[in-house]
């Protein structure tokens, strides 16, 4: 075999690509072809140096540093959750009291019938009686104040915790 | 396979300090890709971080359909790409073009490096790593450092098999083709 080996096949000699065949015959002809030796020795030489790990360091408490930001996330979830809990309260009531203000009085007394009013209490009988008209105004008021107060919450608390924990 | 799935199962089932060990088994992982392609050194340890905070968000989605190496490795590999988009870097080395395959295929002319071991061969090979196109530079880390085959470098970096194997050649060949040039010049001067 008279052609030298090119830089491609002495790489796949080197990283046991070839069939074995084919690795069989350029093997024999490395034995023979000094010119083919050396750059297969280079490669082989630039192999054993990719090899090493060299350049690369993390702190030696590299895995404790991520575990104490998971815990730290952690605490950032718990907290969250209070927050979460006491938002659906408050949005509840809050949601309640819109619901009984805005509801015009007739839709009470066909729901209840009119000698239903005393078991409401009397806080909900004042507001009802001071109740105004449906207006549809009214309604995009609560929408974009419900609005203005998921965006405080997604902008002061969500984007704070970057990553949901999973216990 | 088995040991992944029980470590997994046990984070997931609240165990969480479990998690520690896989930090610790996969950072040098983490660290090969992430000091590969992210040039500024105050980032790294940083991003480091951040790539094990979201393997622990994503553990869930986890379906043992690949080898846990190359799914923490293709994370790891997406969120060096996010990162260099976001501070923008450049993703796309001017210089570096797809490889055709008679490009491949041409005969090595490089002469053979009789002296270079003369010299610091250290110091000038991980220079002239340092130059490469980033994803060179990763395939030949992924492949020396970390032992991934072709396809499951394929698969961290969403390429081909064929090409993740022209990519390997070419930048080792390109490498030892600039130390060659390299050498010659502080000969001559």
Redesign the interface.
């Known amino acids: 075999m008279n052609a030298?080996l090119?830089?491609?096949k002495?790489?796949m000699l080197l990283d046991n690509t070839l069939p074995p065949s084919e690795g069989n015959k350029w093997r024999n002809h490395l034995r023979e072809c000094a010119?083919c030796q050396?750059?297969f020795l280079?490669?082989e030489?630039?192999?054993g140096?990719?090899?090493?790990?060299?350049?690369?360091?993390?702190?030696e408490n590299?895995?404790?540093?991520?575990?104490m930001?998971?815990r730290q996330?952690h605490k950032t979830v718990v907290l969250h959750n209070w927050v979460d809990i006491a938002y659906l309260t408050v949005s509840g009531i809050l949601g309640f009291i819109l619901l009984i203000y805005f509801t015009p009085i007739k839709v009470f007394q066909l729901i209840f019938g009119i000698n239903r009013y005393e078991y409401l209490g009397q806080v909900l009988i004042s507001m009802l009686n001071y109740a105004p008209q449906f207006k549809f105004s009214y309604v995009v008021v609560t929408l974009l104040i419900l609005l203005i107060f998921s965006l405080l919450d997604y902008v002061l608390i969500r984007r704070k915790t970057?990553?949901?924990?999973?216990? | 396979m088995e040991e992944d799935r029980q470590l997994i199962e046990k984070?997931?089932s609240?165990n969480?300090?479990e998690?520690?060990n896989l930090?610790?088994k996969f950072?040098?992982l983490v660290?090969?890709i992430v000091?590969r392609i992210i040039p500024n050194s105050s980032d790294q340890?940083d991003l480091?971080?951040e790539i094990?905070?979201?393997i622990?968000?994503n553990?869930?989605t986890f379906r043992f359909e690949s080898k846990l190496s190359t799914w923490i490795g293709r994370i790891a590999y997406n969120m060096c790409l996010n990162h260099m988009e976001k501070k923008k870097l450049p993703l796309q080395d001017s210089e570096f073009r797809e490889l055709e395959m008679e490009d491949?295929?041409?005969?090595?002319t490089?002469p053979?490096?009789?002296n270079i071991?003369k010299t610091d061969?250290?110091q000038k090979?991980?220079s002239e790593i340092d130059k490469l196109p980033f994803k060179l530079r990763t395939i030949?880390t992924l492949f020396?450092?970390d032992g991934f085959s072709y396809q499951e470098i394929g698969e961290i970096m969403s390429l081909p098999e064929g090409t993740v194997k022209s990519y390997?050649?070419r930048a080792?060949?390109q490498?030892?083709e600039s130390l060659i040039s390299k050498y010659k010049y502080e000969v001559h001067s």
């Open positions: 030298h090119n830089s491609e002495i790489q010119y050396k750059q280079e490669y030489k630039l192999y140096i990719l090899g090493k790990e060299v350049g690369f360091q993390l702190p590299f895995a404790q540093n991520v575990m930001a998971l996330e970057k990553f949901h924990v999973l216990y | 984070i997931l609240g969480a300090g998690f520690e930090i610790r950072q040098r660290m090969h000091f340890e480091c971080q094990f905070l979201k622990y968000q553990l869930e491949f295929y041409k005969p090595d490089t053979p490096l009789d071991e061969w250290y090979i991980y030949l020396h450092l390997l050649f080792r060949r490498l030892k």
